[in-house]
Each structure stands twice: as structure tokens, then as C-alpha cells.
């Protein structure tokens, strides 16, 4: 999907676009899952990495979407948080110039085809620190056809990350969404998600 969906979705009511973190990071805080410095990778309006900046961890936030960061940025002069956004395109991590402890993904994966994944993976290498943690909330296959993203199976995620990483867990989770009427077809209780938990192999 190009920018121009993203676009169009923030004009309305993104559906992804929810008005606090996504539970499923909120519970890998509270376990101590997430480690030092943190990158959002395709954080939207910005709500996953500004909870993580408000339990102190340093914040980075990327999105290559303007209206996206520049509503991110808003709400942490409005929440008195500090946190960095920036505009940039999560296939060319490696330009960000610095490396970071965790890494997460709310959303971002299952919208890429192969061959942008593999240059996902490729930019995630380049940025997270051996011994480092990414964590990945996508769509799951587990979730009924109809409207939304890609359904993407576990095995998709193994093969995704077969070089260079470790797959810790992968276990099923939800998204929440907004109530919007697209999200109306998704199951009860929001849509049905994998949570994976990988690990930068240690050189």
C-alpha cells in the first residue's frame, strides 16, 4: 500500500489510529520486555512510543507520513513528554545513523510484500543491537478474510528472520481498533494478531 492510503486514512478515521498504546505493548512493558533505547517503527500518530517515553525509556518515533509525525509531535508538547519523531521511510533504517535496544512494530510488517521485507529486515539488522529485541504486532492468518491488511502465518515471520535473529515467542494477541466501519468486519475484540518476539543474533 503507498502513502497515498495512509493519507487518505488520517482524514478520516484511521482505524489503527486508537487513542492510547496498543495493549499488547503495554503488557511486554510491564513484563520488562522492552530495554533501553526504543524505536516505533511506522508509529503513526505516535501513542506506542510516547507510552514507552513516559516510563522512561528514550524514544525515537518513525513514520514516513507528515500529518502522522507532525500529530505525534503535537501530543508530546501537549503531554509534556519527550520523545524524538522524525519523517522517514522504515526501508531505509540504516540512514538513521544509530542503533537502539528494542525495536517495535505495530502494524508494519504485514504491509510489506518480499522484497520490501527483505529490506526491512536488512535496515532492522543495521539498527538493532546485538542481543537486542524487536517486537512484532501483525495481522494474523488466525483472522477471518475480508477487509484489512495481509494475513501473515507464523511461518512467514521464521522465514522473514531465518538469518541473523532468533525467534523467541510468537503467541497470538489483538489489535486494538477504532470504531470505524471497516473494523467492524474484524472478530470480537479486535483483530486477531501475532506478537513475536525476536532476538539480534550476538556476533
Not at 125 to 141: E, M, N, Q, T
Request: charged share 25%.
Amino acid at each position: 500500500m503507498g502513502p497515498e492510503h495512509f493519507e487518505s486514512a488520517y482524514q478520516e478515521s484511521a482505524p489503527w489510529d486508537v487513542a492510547g498504546p496498543q495493549p499488547a505493548f503495554v503488557e511486554l512493558e510491564e513484563a520488562g520486555e522492552i530495554q533501553g533505547d526504543v524505536l516505533d517503527a511506522g508509529c503513526g500518530t505516535g501513542e506506542n512510543a510516547l507510552y514507552l517515553a513516559s516510563k522512561g525509556h528514550f524514544s525515537w518515533g518513525l513514520d514516513f507520513i507528515p500529518v502522522a509525525i507532525e500529530r505525534a509531535i503535537a501530543k508530546a508538547h501537549q503531554r509534556g513528554i519527550t520523545a524524538h519523531f522524525q519523517i522517514g521511510d522504515a526501508l531505509e533504517l540504516d540512514q538513521l545513523g544509530r542503533a537502539f535496544d528494542t525495536v517495535i512494530d505495530s502494524g508494519l510488517f504485514h504491509t510489506f510484500g518480499e522484497r520490501e521485507r527483505g529490506r526491512y529486515v536488512a535496515g532492522l539488522a543495521a539498527i538493532v543491537r546485538p542481543g537486542g529485541r524487536l517486537h512484532i504486532l501483525c495481522f494474523s492468518d488466525e483472522e477471518p478474510p475480508g477487509a484489512g491488511p495481509k494475513r501473515i502465518a507464523k511461518s512467514e515471520i521464521h522465514e522473514a528472520f531465518r538469518d541473523g535473529w532468533d525467534v523467541a515467542q510468537i503467541r497470538a494477541a489483538r489489535f486494538q481498533t477504532t470504531d470505524h466501519p471497516e473494523a467492524r468486519t474484524f472478530s470480537p475484540g479486535g483483530p486477531r494478531a501475532w506478537l513475536a518476539t525476536l532476538t539480534r543474533a550476538r556476533a
